[in-house]
């Protein structure tokens, strides 16, 4: 049974930061492809980063670039999301998911198999 696990979410000030976790199991990280995305209220579910399984190649929406940086540890089958320099405008409920593809490099929900229960984000002062 594949499971998705994000924690890290919370409270924080404009400018802050934040890491995300995404702990996998029922898979091996190896062989799928994990990407980052987010939902505000009354918007469409953004990706915002993924890594590829095989040779973690990395990628990032527009929106995100240079803030954020995706990175994984494959001994704790665990992806993180380094969230920096945190805008109003990054509040959402933040989601992994994996693709059972690990070269994968997509920035949209249809590639992905599965998804976790997300964690929310909420940047205010």
């Known amino acids: 049974q594949v499971q998705l696990v994000e924690s890290g979410g919370g409270l924080v000030q404009p400018g802050g930061s934040l890491r995300l976790s995404c702990a996998a199991s029922g898979i091996t990280l190896d062989f799928y492809a994990i990407g980052w995305f987010r939902q505000a209220p009354g918007k469409e579910r953004e990706g915002i980063s993924y890594i590829s399984g095989s040779n973690g190649l990395t990628g990032y929406s527009d929106s995100v670039r240079g803030r954020f940086t995706i990175s994984k540890d494959n001994a704790k089958n665990t992806v993180y999301l380094q969230m920096n320099s945190l805008k109003p405008e990054d509040t959402a409920v933040y989601y992994c998911?994996?693709?059972?593809?690990?070269?994968?490099?997509?920035?949209?929900?249809?590639?992905?198999?599965?998804w976790g229960q997300g964690t929310q984000v909420t940047v205010s002062s």
């Open positions: 998911a994996a693709d059972r593809h690990p070269t994968s490099l997509s920035l949209v929900p249809g590639p992905y198999d599965y």
